[in-house]
């Protein structure tokens, strides 16, 4: 393998995209999650709602923070590692960023500083309002990004003019099939992100026999919310697999390690492939299941990677590999959810710890199974940066030096691991602490003085509450 | 259509350098207060700070957008300063969450990042000013002057520049917020920065005539462009006043009419390159369905709404941040 400055910048863009991935897909979750428990306080009055929010606020601050921050160098990486795809692919993808842009992160960078500072200045219902901005913020990213991410998937609505993709059809581009089972995908993805880490916290304080009515709370609300959305999403991802089965032939192929045409197909379900023998090593293999969940046919022929030129085949293993990491965590977060919920439906008490530990260690599952579909969507898109039409090699900004990425890809892993293992440890330290009564109780009414005082009330009590 | 969105990322940027300029100058000032007074400084842009950065963003994907060829251009450039950059703004916004969070001993780390981040991110946005204003070397529109081909004493002194004019900013918006020392403090930086920053301007104003003759041309054909410096100059003497009449609101307003002025000397001197000398707005503009389509939701909707809502926000946190006496 040779260190070009191509495949260091599609080593970096990956290293940083994939950095970033991990806060929005929480954050996304843990912003409707935030809207829900001020409604039911607003509504019921009962503290342990106010106290929950209170507590996944200031995490929601952190990985927030981490968020923005990690996002914002994407948002340049696109000019500065692939000018030739941003001066080509500019008037298509540039909109849908401005927009991305406008209507999510002016709307949630402003808000978040209201949902942080602002509760002793708006009254409840404004500051409801705002944390409905914040969620709806981080939705429209993920919007805008899908809507991106799919039309470099399945180019439609442009035509070339001197190798510029001119738009044409700027519905078709938004309201694109494919947009419309991969925005619900990640959307369900980022719900039952937060949805397992609020279940995960409650069960670990229920191990701990700490917090029992926070920790029951999240419990149920986690799990009960997981168990409903995760037949969704194994739905979703059907048809997901379904327009990369019709639109990327190439992807599916290497998803499935089907090297030659088959008819009736088999299903890989593990095996070991070898790119360059264009076989697989070792594999499980069941007859015509291929067929079967590839056309809902027992006959249907399947097209396998040796029908393609080689220069225009996606890597093997890590589409593979990563795919089938991410429905073995779907289906492990299938079994602790509907499990997890007919115990606490049954009120069932023997297996109880069992069952709060499998919840517990769940958490990592939502991450690994995002990243792992990512994994396989962007890779399985290769050698394509916009599928079929532009190479990555010829994305890549041609005056680049390997000197220069080696550089920028160290700053960047010095400063993400440094950040990364605070902001770890400081969530840690939170949830640790739990959701305590603040010491200095917060001020409900706008117009007490001393509250409007605060330049940072729940900073300054966060801060109280730990020293 | 090419006339709206040079005009509207015109304000976007003047937008994100008087607003993150503010933020960034605080960050600056930052290493020069002692312990209680940086609490107090923070408080006075921390509502706001997050805001305020997504205007670069939003100048970004503006530019990607609108000129997708001077985004290409730009921003491959420029790789390795804007590398350092974004490291710079992600230390400095992690510090805002991370600084109390951090257990005592371990605070400098973040107190260091927050400082040392606003004030590298700033030098490297005046010293692209900089390179812009001298020349990149371009061909065919595209940049060819190698990973380091950015650099001139011109653009580094560009940089010191701004490190001051945002310095300027920062204690210009102190006095607004904040009381007692911290206020003295920034009263006391005013007068010195605002002499700082007028040399600064008028010395890079001189050294750039003298680097582009037909810059000087332009500026001998139509004097009337020289109602920007002009402005400028009023606006600093009314500052000066300001300060000595301790005028808390005037100097802020004061002196993002200095930066705009700035800007438009800038703007105006350029008009009608985006590269100077080497890529024009026509040129660079992307295809007019591009343009339509931003302009009928982004541009015409969008925006004004989004500057509604930061209005807003910013009403919300008016007025000053006051000693609570946690200590």
Same mark, same amino acid.
């Given at each position: 393998?040779?260190?070009?400055? !191509?495949?260091?910048s599609r ?7 994939s950095?970033?991935i ?5 954050t996304i979750g ?10 039911c ?5 009962k $503290? ?8 996944w606020?200031?995490?929601?601050g952190?990985?927030f923070?981490l968020?923005?921050?990690s996002g914002i160098?994407?948002?340049f990486?696109?000019g500065m590692?692939w ?6 692919t500019?008037?298509?993808q540039?909109?849908l960023?401005?927009?991305e842009?406008?209507?999510?992160f ?7 500083g209201?949902?942080i500072?602002g509760?002793?200045? +708006?009254p409840?219902v ?7 901005m914040?969620?709806?913020?981080t939705?429209f990213?993920?919007f805008?990004i899908?809507?991106?991410?799919s ?12 190798g510029?993709?001119?738009p ?6 938004i309201f =694109?099939?494919?947009?419309? +089972? ?22 670990w ?18 799990l009960f919310? &997981? ?7 194994l739905?979703l991802?059907?048809l997901?697999?379904?327009?990369v089965?019709?639109?990327q032939?190439a992807k599916?192929a290497?998803?499935?390690?089907r ?6 197909? /088999?299903?890989?379900?593990i ?5 360059a023998?264009?076989k697989?090593?070792?594999e ?7 067929s079967?969940?590839a =056309? ?11 029908s ?5 085949? $996606?890597?093997?293993?890590i ?10 965590c779907?289906?492990?977060m ?6 997890g919920?007919?115990?606490l439906?049954?009120?069932?008490k ?6 709060l530990?499998?919840?517990? !260690?769940?958490f990592p ?10 994994f ?5 898109r ?12 010829d994305a890549?900004t041609p ?9 920028s ?29 603040a ?6 009414n706008?117009?007490r003085?001393?509250?409007?005082? /605060?330049?940072s009330?729940v900073?300054?009590?966060a801060?109280? =509450?730990?020293? | 259509m090419i !006339?709206f969105?040079?005009?509207?990322l015109a304000?976007?940027?003047?937008l ?8 960034l ?5 930052f ?11 923070l408080?006075?842009?921390s509502?706001?700070?997050d ?6 963003? +939003? ?20 790789y390795?300063?804007?590398?350092v ?8 916004g ?9 257990l ?5 780390i ?7 981040? =606003?004030?590298?991110a ?5 010293m692209?000013?900089?390179a ?5 070397p371009?061909?065919?529109?595209h940049y060819v002057?190698?990973t380091?081909g950015w650099f001139?004493?011109f ?8 490190? !001051? ?5 920062? &204690?210009?918006?102190?006095v607004r ?16 920065l605002t002499?700082g920053v007028?040399a ?16 000087m041309?332009?500026?001998l054909e139509?004097?009337?462009l020289?109602i920007?410096?002009?402005i ?13 009449r301790?005028d ?15 800007f438009?000397t800038?703007?105006?001197?350029f008009w009608?390159y985006?590269?100077?000398f080497?890529v ?6 992307s295809?007019?369905?591009?343009l339509?389509?931003?302009?009928w ?13 930061t209005?807003v ?15």
């Amino acid at each position: 393998m040779v260190w070009t400055a !191509l495949l260091l910048s599609r080593v970096q863009f990956a290293f940083t995209v994939s950095f970033h991935i991990i806060f929005p897909s929480f954050t996304i979750g843990l912003a409707a999650w935030l809207t829900v428990l001020e409604a039911c306080h607003l509504v019921t009055r009962k $503290p342990v709602y106010r106290r929950l929010f209170e507590f996944w606020l200031k995490i929601f601050g952190i990985t927030f923070g981490l968020g923005v921050v990690s996002g914002i160098v994407l948002a340049f990486e696109f000019g500065m590692n692939w000018s030739r795809l941003s001066e080509v692919t500019g008037p298509i993808q540039g909109p849908l960023l401005t927009y991305e842009s406008f209507t999510a992160f002016a709307l949630e960078a402003s808000f978040f500083g209201v949902l942080i500072f602002g509760r002793p200045r +708006v009254p409840p219902v404004v500051y409801l309002l705002s944390t409905m901005m914040v969620a709806l913020g981080t939705t429209f990213s993920a919007f805008w990004i899908m809507v991106n991410n799919s039309w470099m998937q399945v180019p439609v609505g442009y035509a070339l003019e001197n190798g510029v993709f001119v738009p044409t059809d700027w519905k078709a581009i938004i309201f =694109s099939p494919v947009v419309w +089972v991969r925005f619900p995908h990640m959307l369900v993805a980022a719900y039952l992100t937060g949805a397992f880490c609020v279940a995960a916290t409650g069960a670990w304080y229920r191990l701990n026999g700490k917090f029992a009515a926070e920790g029951r709370l999240m419990l149920q609300m986690g799990l009960f919310l &997981a168990a409903l959305l995760i037949p969704i999403q194994l739905f979703l991802g059907h048809l997901n697999g379904d327009y990369v089965h019709d639109r990327q032939p190439a992807k599916f192929a290497a998803i499935e390690g089907r090297w030659h045409d088959e008819q009736p197909a /088999g299903e890989v379900f593990i095996a070991i492939p070898d790119e360059a023998a264009e076989k697989n090593q070792f594999e499980l293999k069941v007859p015509y299941l291929g067929s079967l969940i590839a =056309s809902m046919r027992l006959d249907s022929k399947e097209i396998g990677l040796t029908s393609f030129a080689k220069q225009d085949r $996606p890597p093997v293993i890590i589409p593979f590999f990563a795919f089938r990491l991410m429905v073995g965590c779907g289906l492990l977060m299938m079994a602790v959810a509907w499990l997890g919920s007919l115990y606490l439906m049954t009120g069932r008490k023997k297996g109880e710890t069992l069952l709060l530990w499998a919840t517990f !260690l769940s958490f990592p599952l939502p991450f690994i199974a995002t990243l792992t579909g990512w994994f396989t969507a962007e890779v399985g898109r290769q050698p394509w940066s916009v599928y079929r039409v532009l190479r990555t090699a010829d994305a890549v900004t041609p005056t680049l030096t390997v000197g220069a990425v080696i550089a920028s890809l160290i700053i960047f892993v010095v400063v993400y691991l440094i950040i990364f293992s605070f902001g770890t440890l400081y969530v840690y330290r939170l949830l640790k602490a739990g959701p305590i009564e603040a010491s200095h109780p917060l001020p409900d009414n706008p117009k007490r003085p001393l509250a409007v005082a /605060g330049g940072s009330p729940v900073a300054e009590i966060a801060q109280r =509450s730990r020293t | 259509m090419i !006339l709206f969105w040079a005009a509207l990322l015109a304000v976007t940027i003047l937008l994100y350098v008087l607003l993150d300029g503010f933020d960034l100058g605080v960050g600056i000032l930052f290493a020069l207060a002692s312990d209680s007074n940086r609490r107090k400084m923070l408080a006075a842009i921390s509502p706001v700070w997050d805001g305020n950065e997504t205007w670069l963003v +939003v100048t970004g994907t503006v530019l990607f957008g609108a000129f997708p060829a001077v985004y290409a251009a730009l921003l491959s450039a420029f790789y390795l300063p804007l590398v350092v950059m974004l490291c710079a703004l992600i230390l400095r916004g992690v510090a805002f969450e991370f600084r109390h969070k951090a257990l005592p001993g371990f605070r400098w780390i973040w107190d260091l990042g927050f400082t040392g981040g =606003s004030l590298v991110a700033t030098f490297i946005q005046g010293m692209t000013v900089g390179a812009l204003v001298e020349g990149l070397p371009m061909k065919d529109g595209h940049y060819v002057g190698g990973t380091f081909g950015w650099f001139s004493p011109f653009a580094a002194l560009c940089g010191l520049g701004l490190v !001051l004019g945002y310095s300027l900013l920062g &204690a210009s918006w102190l006095v607004r917020k904040c009381e007692g020392p911290v206020r003295e403090r920034a009263y006391q930086l005013l007068p010195v920065l605002t002499i700082g920053v007028l040399a600064f301007l008028a010395t890079a104003f001189v050294l750039a005539l003298s680097m582009h003759l037909s810059l000087m041309n332009r500026w001998l054909e139509r004097p009337y462009l020289l109602i920007f410096p002009l402005i400028g100059a009023i606006a600093s003497i009314s500052l000066l006043k300001s300060v000595q009449r301790r005028d808390d609101l005037a100097p802020f307003r004061y002196v993002a009419l200095i930066f705009t002025a700035a800007f438009g000397t800038l703007a105006c001197s350029f008009w009608p390159y985006m590269i100077p000398f080497a890529v024009t707005v026509e040129q660079a503009a992307s295809p007019k369905e591009s343009l339509t389509f931003m302009f009928w939701g982004a541009g015409l909707f969008v925006m004004p709404l989004t500057l509604a809502y930061t209005l807003v926000v910013y009403r919300l946190f008016r007025g000053r941040v006051l000693d609570i006496g946690y200590d």
